[in-house]
């Protein structure tokens, strides 16, 4: 079982940053793919970054491209979400999660075997 932890949500200006974080719990973190997930309300929770086990690959959401940026650190089972340039429509609820055993990263929500509780971000104009 593995428990995965978000922290670093807040409110922050329009053009500011924040800086997300995920602890991992257990030992398959650095042979997993991981990824980034928000949520609006009202709407379906979409992709927004993911990356490869080693972090040599990451791919991103088009809405995030240039602004996100994901890494991780598999000596301390975390991965990051660096937000910069924060717009309005970023504010959602973001999600870490884990797809087990992966060797390449995914868009796909439902190869993903584990979630964080989420971390709420508002963007404020």
């Known amino acids: 079982q593995v428990q995965l932890v978000e922290s670093g949500g807040g409110l922050v200006q329009a053009g500011g940053s924040l800086l997300l974080s995920c602890v991992a719990s257990?030992?398959?973190?650095?042979?997993?793919?991981m990824a980034w997930f928000r949520q609006a309300p009202g709407k379906e929770r979409e992709f927004v970054a993911t990356?490869?086990?080693?972090?040599?690959?990451?791919y991103y959401a088009d809405s995030v491209r240039g602004r996100f940026t994901i890494s991780r650190d598999n000596a301390k089972n975390t991965v990051y979400l660096q937000m910069n340039t924060l717009k309005p429509s970023d504010t959602a609820v973001y999600y870490c999660?884990?797809?087990?055993?992966?060797?390449?990263?995914?868009?796909?929500?439902?190869?993903?075997?584990?979630w964080g509780q989420g971390t709420q971000v508002t963007v404020s104009s």
């Open positions: 257990g030992r398959t973190f650095s042979r997993s793919a």
């Open positions: 990356i490869s086990r080693t972090g040599g690959t990451t």
């Open positions: 999660a884990l797809n087990l055993y992966a060797e390449q990263p995914s868009d796909i929500k439902a190869r993903y075997d584990y």
